[in-house]
């Protein structure tokens, strides 16, 4: 496979050409972004007095670092991942995954046996226990006690189902009789408990349980219940574990009815459980729901329709505990089974036979397609439908309907938000996701709409006590009174526009979101682009808090803690908040103080650099958020959530860089070839001399010049590397593209190719060595732009679309969707059917244009890709092929959409490396890319 004369030619010149670079200090290697650690998500106590967060390379054994936020204690505990604080700050519990040389050095079987553990960590002393197979630990609320959940021990086989020696006859191994059944009954592994540790982390005392099923804790710090299913000896119950001294309290006992869902309500004084018949199947089993109260009274809801709980219904207490809110179903299905083939008068019966047939019946009016379907099912198996329990006047309420099927047990005073896609599913193929909301009364279970035909990403927001509905639609802040059902614009009065500027779809813009409600419904925040509005909920009264639109500033608020199972935050009148603001010109972000009520900010910190907030603590302002530029780690920072400026420094992990070169970004600006400006981030290589031309590698997507403070991800995948690259002495270059609907290939030729001339321009770029990178849609793009630009030296094209004409029916076998939403009312962007404008898929459609392609193409796909039909690939590649181009395809056998195998990435990225290498600065070809590499195949493991 040599590359034609033409491409010698073009890898000589750029060669010839290129300033002979100086080796930069610190050659950097893949085996060094192996080894490069990053941070996880930071977990902070609740009294903010410790963050720990896990610290993990890209290849190898993570490690958990526990910090105090004052800066004062630091431990670092080896092969510990995913902690957890209690909410004193006192102990981290952590997992202990198996190290990566086990995984590695184990077969299949070995592998599967292969399981996590736990160490537990007390900070003020360093002091470790350590637990072994373990599948789950939570802290109560309080943080006194730690609960250690095992994995259950594994059946042992029987004896006949061993493999027998050489020297054993069949008849010696011995069968399994009638006792033996009896003395052994088949349990579901559903039905399975396994053992549980409670542990009082002030005295050290331990309670051991065993077949336990669920537990859950009180938020008060009190109590815990337990459930107990041991089907062998027939014995189920509730208990009741009393914390301060682990002594446990039988509440409810059954022989016959195995105890499934669990819920305590917030001081202990309430358990509520479901009990179902332990004979019957798992899958068929109905349950009935149970309450008992500190005294040991038990009693159980009548459900006025009759419907019943199964395995999968779930159970929560309101926050007061007065209500219970659980999942429901009208009947539990009948599993079905096939018939099977019995005596000589089956293997002609039709019926039987015909339950062998592999067959999916798609019809045309199946409200999903049948991929769709298939990919729901177990989803819509497992899903429930929510009712609530008043306790006080022992009565149920059925929320959700078979019509309205999704509500979540939070609460907008006496109201849930409900939604539903039904009416929908079938426009879904063609039209995107759009659903009916709706609030649903907790006491009668009457629906009031509150927005029908909404896209169904764009949820509602409801006001504290269930008094407003604030969403954005046509351009325009609703707020709906619930009550009235009076509809009031917020924004009609005000000559600014509250739909997204950049929205470059063939659909609706969608708004810019909402911020808090204040906490008594006099009002809420509602963003544009740059400002922060606060709106007055009974005249639409409007205070502009912000200034940001004519500085380029989007602010937003920031630092509330949110707890995921609860309403949103709310804040109170007069409240000083802390803001975030983005500067769209310099692409830097600050921290200002915002007060509600009152126009006007105060600068907190505002540098060049990136900020991310990660985390607040729940009972304390304590704020940990990240500080990075290109060239400097986006390392840990605590600070009060108001006083940022006055930041401790936590990580020091940026002491990693220190021993390569790593090039630096600055922003550039041009315009393009439609007369718009556009920005994008150039990152110099290390070592850059001015005057000298670089070879460029080109990546891109939509919108990259936000990345222009961004530390790169340190990471081997299906993108290039750009430390990696800058190392090695390349210019890489990351444009903005603007597209227009219908033309979505047109667009971004003209972007790519004034953005690589303005490179040429400035004398950075060599203008015979050119590269260009993309992924997905990016590989889309890339693989179109060759055929209208010979401006690009060399192109890797990443899981592209090759052919709009027969990509727009294929199907996204990750969630069974049809892909013609995306062409007309998403990323695609023609905004037409294949109907209604053949031409325009044709148009930006590379394989057409194929033979007008000079520049090699590399092309990679997952022949399992769950996103884009791999055979898209298959296309572009057979395309080149016939028209006699310089191709080459990448076929990772089994691979998604993105790259997950560690060596297919690691394969990948030297490839794309030695092939861009080859081409932009005249490297010699690799073996592969001279002679290909013919089909083998190798001796599979035992």
Aim: neutral net charge; charged residues 25%; hydrophobic residues 35%.
């Amino acid at each position: 496979m040599k590359p034609s004369a033409l491409f010698c030619a073009l890898a000589s010149a750029a060669s010839l050409s290129l300033p002979a670079l100086a080796a930069p200090s610190g050659n950097m290697q893949v085996q060094d972004i192996m080894k490069f650690e990053s941070l996880k998500k930071p977990v902070i106590a609740d009294n903010g007095s410790l963050v720990a967060v896990e610290v993990a390379p890209d290849r190898g054994d993570s490690r958990t670092l526990v910090h105090s936020t004052t800066g004062k204690r630091q431990l670092s505990v080896a092969g510990a991942s995913k902690p957890v604080v209690s909410a004193d700050g006192r102990y981290v519990a952590m997992v202990l995954e198996p190290s990566l040389l086990e995984k590695e050095t184990s077969d299949a079987k070995a592998r599967k046996k292969l399981k996590d553990g736990m160490v537990l960590v007390e900070v003020a002393t360093g002091k470790e226990q350590r637990f072994s197979r373990v599948k789950e630990f939570t802290f109560n609320d309080a943080g006194t006690v730690l609960a250690v959940w095992f994995e259950a021990e594994e059946d042992k086989k029987d004896k006949a189902d061993d493999k027998a020696p050489d020297n054993a006859s069949v008849a010696e191994a011995k069968p399994q009789t009638a006792e033996d059944n009896l003395k052994k009954p088949k349990v579901d592994k559903a039905d399975k408990g396994s053992p549980l540790t409670l542990i009082a982390l002030n005295s050290g005392k331990q309670l051991e349980l065993q077949d336990i099923t669920a537990y859950a804790f009180d938020k008060k710090g009190k109590s815990a219940a337990v459930l107990v299913n041991d089907v062998a000896q027939a014995k189920h119950q509730l208990l009741s574990v009393t914390l301060s001294d682990l002594s446990q309290q039988q509440k409810y006992s059954s022989e016959s009815e195995q105890l499934g869902a669990l819920a305590i309500n917030h001081d202990g004084s309430h358990i509520a459980f479901s009990a179902g018949v332990a004979a019957d199947k798992v899958d068929e089993r109905q349950y009935r729901l149970g309450l008992v109260n500190d005294k040991g009274d038990v009693r159980f809801a009548m459900h006025p329709d009759a419907w019943v709980l199964n395995q999968y219904s779930q159970l929560s207490f309101s926050e007061d505990g007065e209500r219970l809110y659980f999942g429901t179903v009208p009947e539990v299905s009948k599993v079905l089974s096939l018939q099977k083939f019995s005596d000589e008068a089956s293997l002609y019966d039709t019926a039987t036979i015909r339950d062998s047939r592999g067959l999916k019946l798609w019809h045309g009016d199946d409200p999903r397609i049948k991929p769709h379907e298939i990919k729901t099912y177990d989803k819509l198996k497992k899903q429930t439908l929510l009712a609530v329990w008043h306790l006080a006047g022992n009565q149920v309420v059925q929320l959700a309907t078979p019509e309205v099927p999704e509500a979540k047990p939070i609460e907008y005073g006496r109201f849930v938000l409900g939604s539903s896609s039904e009416p929908y599913l079938k426009e879904i193929t063609w039209a995107g996701f759009y659903s009916d909301f709706y609030l649903i009364d907790t006491l009668s279970g009457e629906r009031t709409a509150v927005a029908l035909r909404q896209p169904s990403n764009s949820e509602p927001n409801i006001s504290p006590y269930g008094r407003y509905a604030a969403y954005f639609r046509e351009g325009q802040v609703q707020l709906l009174n619930v009550a009235s059902k009076q509809l009031r614009v917020l924004n009609a009065n005000l000559d600014v526009p509250f739909a997204d500027e950049d929205h470059d779809y063939p659909s609706d813009a969608p708004g810019y979101g909402f911020g808090p409600w204040l906490a008594d419904e006099s009002g809420l925040l509602v963003y544009d682009k740059y400002d922060i509005w606060q709106f007055a909920a009974a005249d639409a009264k409007a205070l502009k808090l912000t200034s940001g639109r004519d500085k380029g500033i989007s602010y937003r608020v920031e630092g509330l803690y949110q707890d995921k199972n609860q309403a949103p935050a709310t804040v109170n009148t007069s409240q000083s908040l802390l803001v975030k603001g983005y500067n769209e010109r310099t692409k830097a972000d600050g921290f200002y103080r915002v007060t509600l009520g009152k126009d006007g900010l105060k600068t907190l910190h505002a540098k060049e650099e990136k900020l991310s907030v990660l985390g607040r603590a729940k009972h304390a302002d304590t704020l940990v958020f990240s500080r990075e530029r290109y060239d400097r780690f986006p390392d840990l920072y605590s600070a009060d959530v108001l006083e940022v400026d006055d930041a401790r420094r936590l990580t020091e992990l940026d002491a990693q860089r220190s021993k390569f070169g790593w090039g630096k970004a600055e922003l550039v600006h041009w315009t393009n070839t439609d007369g718009k400006p556009l920005d994008g981030v150039l990152i110099k290589p290390a070592g850059y001399e001015a005057g000298k031309r670089y070879p460029v590698l080109v990546y891109f997507y939509r919108f990259m010049s936000d990345r222009l403070h961004a530390f790169p991800s340190m990471n081997i995948n299906h993108r290039p590397n750009f430390a990696w690259y800058a190392n090695q002495g390349y210019a890489i270059f990351l444009p903005d593209i603007r597209f227009e609907v219908g033309y979505p290939g047109n667009s971004s030729v003209q972007a790519l190719t004034s953005g690589v001339q303005k490179l040429i321009e400035m004398g950075i770029a060599e203008p015979t060595a050119v590269g260009i990178q993309g992924h997905s849609w990016g590989g889309y793009q890339t693989a179109f732009a060759v055929t209208q630009t010979h401006i690009f030296a060399a192109a890797v094209t990443g899981a592209p679309v090759g052919n709009m004409t027969s990509a727009y029916s294929g199907i996204r076998h990750g969630t069974g969707l049809a892909r013609q939403f995306q062409y007309e009312t998403g990323q695609s962007r023609i905004g037409e059917s294949l109907m209604q404008a053949p031409l325009k898929y044709v148009e930006n459609s590379p394989v057409f244009y194929a033979d007008r392609i000079k520049t090699p193409m590399m092309i990679m796909f997952g022949d399992k890709d769950d996103a884009v039909p791999w055979e898209q690939g298959v296309e572009l590649y057979l395309a080149m092929r016939r028209a006699g181009k310089d191709v080459v395809l990448l076929q990772y056998e089994g691979e998604p959409h993105h790259l997950k195998q560690y060596g297919n990435k690691l394969d990948y990225s030297i490839r794309m490396k030695e092939y861009f290498d080859h081409y932009l600065k005249g490297a010699k070809a690799p073996a592969w890319l001279e002679q290909g590499e013919p089909y083998r195949e190798y001796a599979k493991e035992d």
